[in-house]
């Protein structure tokens, strides 16, 4: 079967940083587009970031740009979200999701169309 696990989410101040990971078990990450995603409650999920499995193009929404970067480590088939400068409003669950769809970035994050889903993380961001 093939399984994301999320973890690193957990409580943290405003200013605070964290570090998702998003692992795969029963396949390899190389050929997949990997995709961060996060819904706050009574609210619509968004796509907050999301790298290719080739040239590694990533995409960002405007709310976390120069604050998260995603990136990869294929050998440990593990991608990851670093979060800096968090504020309130971040707080969500966050799910990891993969495809092999080859599109932008950009279409990715924003379709949310993943074949594979993780079963999310908390992040509350609270003083």
């Known amino acids: 079967q093939l399984h994301l696990v999320e973890s690193g989410g957990g409580l943290v101040q405003p200013g605070g940083s964290l570090r998702l990971s998003c692992a795969a078990s029963?396949?390899?990450?190389?050929?997949?587009?990997i995709g961060w995603f996060r819904q706050a409650p009574g609210k619509e999920r968004e796509g907050v970031s999301c790298?290719?499995?080739?040239?590694?193009?990533?995409y960002y929404a405007d709310s976390v740009k120069g604050r998260f970067t995603i990136s990869r480590d294929n050998a440990k088939n593990t991608v990851y979200l670093q979060m800096n400068s968090l504020i309130p409003e971040d707080t969500a669950i966050y799910y990891c999701?993969?495809?092999?769809?080859?599109?932008?970035?950009?279409?990715?994050?924003?379709?949310?169309?993943?074949?594979?889903w993780g079963q999310g993380t908390q992040v509350t961001v609270s003083s």
């Open positions: 999701a993969a495809t092999t769809r080859r599109i932008a970035m950009s279409t990715m994050c924003l379709e949310g169309r993943l074949a594979i």
């Open positions: 029963g396949f390899t990450l190389d050929y997949y587009a």
């Open positions: 790298i290719s499995s080739s040239d590694l193009s990533t």
